[in-house]
């Protein structure tokens, strides 16, 4: 099931980066490597790697927790079915409605 979700996550992850920032970022890479040291640069750049590993484990976890959230969600929607299709308790807007029981007349 890993496999499945990576492959999931790795087809809606299709990050492409605003141009604009990318420019500003890449002024800014290039402004601060012409002012640091090998030494300096060295860590700068393990410092931003570091950080890119971080943020991209962090955004598949994300995912991997929605994903199990909305499996566990439809489950449970599923055992609230009453015996009819879940698409059939769904109203046109997509919003999901429980048919209440009407009250046995009591003439």
Not at 81 to 90: K, M, S
Request: charged share 30%; glycine share 4%.
């Amino acid at each position: 099931m890993k496999n499945i979700l990576e492959e999931l996550y790795n087809s809606y992850n299709n990050f492409v980066p605003d141009p604009t920032a990318q420019v500003e970022v890449d002024k800014a890479h290039q402004a601060l490597i012409r002012s640091l040291e090998k030494l300096e640069r060295k860590l700068v750049l393990r410092i931003i790697d570091n950080k890119d590993l971080i943020a991209g484990a962090r955004a598949r976890e994300s995912f991997e927790c929605g994903f199990w959230l909305a499996w566990r969600l439809c489950t449970q929607l599923n055992m609230i079915d009453n015996g009819r299709l879940l698409e059939q308790q769904l109203k046109a807007d997509g919003r999901f409605v429980m048919e209440q029981e009407e009250p046995e007349d009591e003439s």
